[in-house]
T-cell receptor
Framework: QKEVEQDPGPLSVPEGAIVSLNCTYSNSAFQYFMWYRQYSRKGPELLMYTYSSGNKEDGRFTAQVDKSSKYISLFIRDSQPSDSATYLC??????????FGAGTTVTVRA | NAGVTQTPKFQVLKTGQSMTLQCAQDMNHNSMYWYRQDPGMGLRLIYYSASEGTTDKGEVPNGYNVSRLNKREFSLRLESAAPSQTSVYFCAGGQSETQYFGPGTRLLVL
């Protein structure tokens, strides 16, 4: 079993819809939780990071962490075609080692 | 301010050949990382360097060596390339929870 599980999709939504992405994990030592966006043939770009449980909002993006359920989510409101990318969750106990999900490919249709 | 740069962008090797992937960062981060990305596997840590002069193995270090030449540069060497090392390689700089990635090197080993 992988340490971090993420549904690879693909996920296709119409423009303006809410995109919901999630990951589950097994290592209770994880304290930092990140979401990266990766456009085709580019490097991952850090979108958001959250420490411990709770919610964090940044513009159209909301990240949620539920450590009791070992479950994290990313919501994208008012999705745009420019949001079409692969979204990677990542997490760490703070020891330099990131564990990544496999990534979910999202397409926002105009 | 280029962030993290990697060379080359693309390389084809024959089995048994050697090569060095170069990475440089201009963000003054102490820590640097090398990952490989394979379909369905997410990003996996090969080696990392917490600070200048130190290097440590990650999840998949076999077949690779690294050198932290100075604070800016962190190179990855394949001494005898194998087809299993066909992948996209990413270098990153930053703390464990806020890593910034380069554009990647696509490596094909025949």
């Amino acid at each position: 079993q992988k340490e971090v599980e993420q549904d690879p999709g693909p996920l296709s939504v119409p423009e303006g819809a809410i995109v919901s992405l999630n990951c589950t994990y097994s290592n209770s030592a994880f304290q930092y939780f990140m979401w990266y966006r990766q456009y085709s043939r580019k490097g991952p770009e850090l979108l958001m990071y959250t420490y411990s449980s709770g919610n964090k909002e940044d513009g159209r993006f909301t990240a949620q962490v539920d450590k009791s359920s070992k479950y994290i989510s990313l919501f994208i409101r008012d999705s745009q075609p420019s949001d079409s990318a692969t979204y990677l969750c990542a997490m760490t106990a703070g020891d330099y080692k990131l564990s990544f999900g496999a990534g979910t490919t999202v397409t926002v249709r105009a | 301010n280029a962030g993290v740069t990697q060379t080359p962008k693309f390389q084809v090797l024959k089995t048994g050949q050697s090569m060095t992937l170069q990475c440089a960062q201009d963000m003054n981060h102490n820590s640097m990382y090398w990952y490989r990305q394979d379909p369905g596997m997410g990003l996996r840590l090969i080696y990392y360097s917490a600070s200048e002069g130190t290097t440590d193995k990650g999840e998949v270090p076999n077949g690779y060596n690294v050198s932290r030449l100075n604070k800016r540069e962190f190179s990855l060497r394949l001494e005898s390339a194998a087809p299993s090392q066909t992948s996209v390689y990413f270098c990153a700089g930053g703390q464990s929870e806020t890593q910034y990635f380069g554009p990647g090197t696509r490596l094909l080993v025949l």
